[in-house]
């Protein structure tokens, strides 16, 4: 374990000053359509957010649409580095009754990933990138967005953008860590001044013993 960590207790620290300089009690009781929400009416400068937010404003006009823009994940003293929002893994069951079928149908998807790519509006990008060749040509002029050329920073987002329990793989255990929000407990109690910094890196590193112990 790697959490209870010299690092890990200066990342508390500064987040507990991002907190006290910058941010509301609210953000303790963030929902998941609350970044949207935040953003679109004004009320925030940064979120950490998939692309519903640009989306969203630009399916209803909003006026506040071309002042929203686009980063890459912020670079650390390390690398430019962030988790996927999302991440689809296809299976088809022992016990299905027509495998054949469904093999074919995951088959036929991959094939004609570029058709969901842009029925999509960008959201899901390709695990093979030979399904979309002409991806960075494709997101630097997208006649939806304000400017045209909005998306055009996501074309190396495969280059900075990783897995849940990297540079590990995402597990059972670390699934079960991120569902039981053992990382955002860690920062949400040093930021509200509950917990000092070296005890909540602790109290994390054996809620995760603890996990990985029960997947093993």
Not at 64 to 89: F, T, Y
Not at 111 to 130: K, L, W
Not at 167 to 193: L, N, S
Request: with cysteine; proline share 7%; aromatic share 12%.
């Amino acid at each position: 374990m790697t959490i209870n960590s010299k690092q890990t207790i200066e990342a508390l620290k500064f987040m507990k000053a991002l907190y006290q300089d910058t941010e509301t009690p609210e953000v303790f009781t963030w929902t998941p359509p609350s970044n949207n929400q935040a953003m679109l009416a004004g009320r925030v400068s940064f979120v950490m957010n998939a692309i519903s937010i640009t989306r969203q404003s630009e399916r209803e006009h909003l006026p506040i649409d071309s002042k929203i823009m686009i980063s890459p994940a912020l670079k650390g003293p390390v690398r430019r580095v962030a988790a996927e929002h999302v991440m689809n893994c296809y299976v088809i069951w022992e016990f299905a009754e027509n495998k054949e079928s469904a093999q074919q149908f995951l088959i036929d998807y991959m094939d004609h990933f570029h058709d969901g790519f842009v029925a999509g509006q960008f959201y899901n990008f390709p695990c093979f990138p030979t399904t979309v060749p002409n991806l960075q040509k494709e997101i630097a002029n997208d006649p939806r967005a304000n400017p045209p050329d909005k998306y055009k920073v996501l074309g190396n987002v495969l280059e900075w953008a990783t897995n849940i329990g990297y540079p590990g793989y995402a597990t059972a255990a670390i699934d079960e860590a991120f569902k039981t929000w053992v990382i955002p407990t860690m920062f949400a109690k040093v930021a509200r001044g509950d917990e000092a910094p070296e005890n909540a890196a602790k109290a994390a590193e054996e809620e995760y013993k603890r996990i990985f112990a029960r997947w093993k």
